[in-house]
Nanobody, 116 residues
């Protein structure tokens, strides 16, 4: 069992920055991949960025060059650094963990609102 708690969301103006945090607890040694997803009103949830146990990362085309995913294994925390935010980045951002046995765990989400 893995528990995930997101934090760091808020209201920012276009061009601003935010850093989201995903704190993991429980059976964290079973985690293979952690991803950040987002869901805007009226739209499906989409993958934003992911980081695997070997350190490899992947990003959605819409955020490449602006978002960076990283991890601190000692703190059991994954971060999403977001710069040059745009109104279209407005969404609820969710942290997801995939275990080596393909179990999936989700956090509660944190709201990011970018005003123009």
């Amino acid at each position: 069992q893995v528990q995930l708690v997101e934090s760091g969301g808020g209201l920012v103006q276009a061009g601003g920055s935010l850093r989201l945090s995903c704190a993991a607890s429980g059976s964290t040694a079973t985690i293979n991949v952690i991803g950040w997803y987002r869901q805007a009103p009226g739209k499906q949830r989409e993958l934003v960025a992911a980081i695997s146990s070997d350190g490899s990362t992947n990003y959605a085309d819409s955020v490449k060059g602006r978002f960076a995913i990283s991890r601190d294994n000692a703190k059991k925390t994954v971060y999403l650094q977001m710069i040059s935010l745009k109104p279209e980045d407005t969404a609820v951002y969710y942290c997801n963990a995939d275990s080596f046995s393909q179990s999936r765990y989700w956090g509660q989400g944190t709201q990011v609102t970018v005003s123009s």
